[in-house]
């Protein structure tokens, strides 16, 4: 019991260490930033994370919508006769 704890100590430790160094990897890289460039991707950061939940749940949604009108009303669309 105690080497399966100490496996998962080491590997919690090891992903503290690489989240660590990554962390200041970005810090680092924002820093060299001009303030043009960061203020570009502040913007473009905080539109992908309103814009992109945003859309994810109406899709699903409208998806679950869709399947529910198919389930009360089980109809299929028409096929399309040229």
């Known amino acids: 019991m105690k ?3 100490r496996s998962f100590k080491a590997d919690m430790e090891d992903i ?4 660590n160094r990554a962390v200041r990897s970005g810090a680092r890289s ?3 930033l001009s303030w ?3 203020l570009a991707v502040s913007i473009v ?3 992908l994370l309103t814009i992109v939940p945003l859309v994810l749940t109406l899709f699903i949604g409208l998806l679950l919508l869709k399947f529910v009108a ?3 009303f089980g109809r ?3 096929q399309i006769v040229e």
């Open 3 to 5: 080497t399966a704890f």
């Open 16 to 19: 503290g260490r690489k989240c």
């Open 30 to 32: 924002l820093a060299a």
């Open 36 to 38: 043009p460039a960061l």
């Open 45 to 47: 950061l905080a539109c």
């Open 70 to 72: 198919a389930a009360l």
């Open 76 to 78: 299929r669309p028409r």
